[in-house]
């Protein structure tokens, strides 16, 4: 059932199977937030000459992705959750995040791989496009993700940035409706916290100063367990490993090292590809919204 006034969950959709686990994923988090769900799928454009027609080329592509649309919706297995599907022909990147702004989703979601069969190297060019500091929390689920196969526990990198705090943030309100655990893990080595002198004990010990200073910013719910980590090593790996079988890893948009204004960083480009549970990527705006 839905509720009165709650913002909607949006997913990308493209008929592939690799896709069908983020629309499955959506259609939970709608179920869980009592919100709706807009399902969209974005048809690439192609050119057509000046002055001519296509034939009708459009309207058959149209129809064909409407049915793949709605068969991706039927399969999901939802019809509690009431759905609008959009299909629309342009730019996945730009008519995503305009549709998912216009709508105030509060949560857009994609498959890892994106609109295209891609290469693994490449990840998909939508989910990393989409990356760049969203106005929505993004989420990013890998193939085959099965959340009854996890444990209810987020995981949240921080590294003391402003997108770090707002990944926090959301992510620790997020906790309450999925009836989850929040492990913060702030990640140090030696080029992390270089400008720190004396020994490897008194650097641990700043990071731990950085993290608890996170922590304490945030308004944490009663039934809400945060726990907070300190943890040597590069932090890709070290976040791949902790959140191996959490049912969410998040991370800010615009951290240390983790994802820049233009492109992505090594952290949140190796995040992309190799998590195997589904990535949150929460931009400064993001962070300041829920619901």
């Known amino acids: 059932m839905t509720v009165p006034g709650v913002r909607p969950v949006m997913v990308g ?14 259609f939970a988090e709608a179920d869980r ?14 050119p057509v000459p000046a002055g001519s027609d296509d034939g009708g080329r459009g309207a058959v592509v149209t129809a064909e992705c409407e049915a793949q649309l709605r068969r991706a919706v039927q399969q999901a297995g939802a019809s509690a959750v009431p759905t609008t599907l959009v299909v629309s022909i342009g730019s996945p ?7 998912a702004e216009r709508r105030g989703a509060a949560v857009l979601v994609v498959g890892r791989r994106g609109y295209g069969r891609l290469a693994r190297l490449l990840v998909g060019s ?26 209810r526990r987020f ?12 990944a926090l943030r959301w992510a620790v309100s997020e906790a309450a409706r999925h009836d989850a655990s929040v492990d913060v893990v702030q990640t140090w080595d030696e080029r992390s916290v270089a400008s720190v002198p004396f020994s490897r004990r008194a650097r641990q010990r700043h990071a731990e100063a950085v993290l608890d200073e996170q922590v304490a910013e945030v308004a944490v719910p009663g039934p809400v367990k945060v726990r907070g980590h300190t943890i040597e090593g590069h932090a890709a790996e070290v976040l791949l490993h902790e959140a191996a079988d959490a049912a969410l890893l998040v991370i800010g948009s615009r951290g240390a090292g983790v994802i820049g204004p233009r492109m992505l960083g090594s ?3 190796a995040l ?3 998590a195997a549970t589904p990535l949150a990527i929460v931009g ?6 829920s619901g």
């Not at 937030?33 to 192609?46: C, E």
């Not at 939508?126 to 009854?148: C, H, I, M, R, Y």
């Not at 400064?284 to 919204?289: I, L, Y």
């Open 126 to 151: 939508v989910s990393a496009a989409l990356a760049q500091d969203p106005v929505q929390p993004l989420v990013v689920v890998p193939d085959g993700f099965a959340a009854d196969q996890v444990e």
């Open 13 to 26: 959709v493209d008929g592939s199977a690799a896709n069908r686990a983020a629309v499955v994923w959506a």
């Open 267 to 269: 952290t949140g480009h």
């Open 155 to 166: 995981v949240v990198g921080v590294d003391g940035s402003d997108a770090a705090r707002a």
């Open 284 to 289: 400064r705006r993001a962070g300041e919204r």
């Open 272 to 274: 992309l590809l190799h």
């Open 93 to 99: 990147v730009r008519r995503l995040r305009t549709e």
């Open 33 to 46: 937030r009592g919100a709706p769900l807009t399902a969209m799928m974005v048809i690439p454009s192609f």
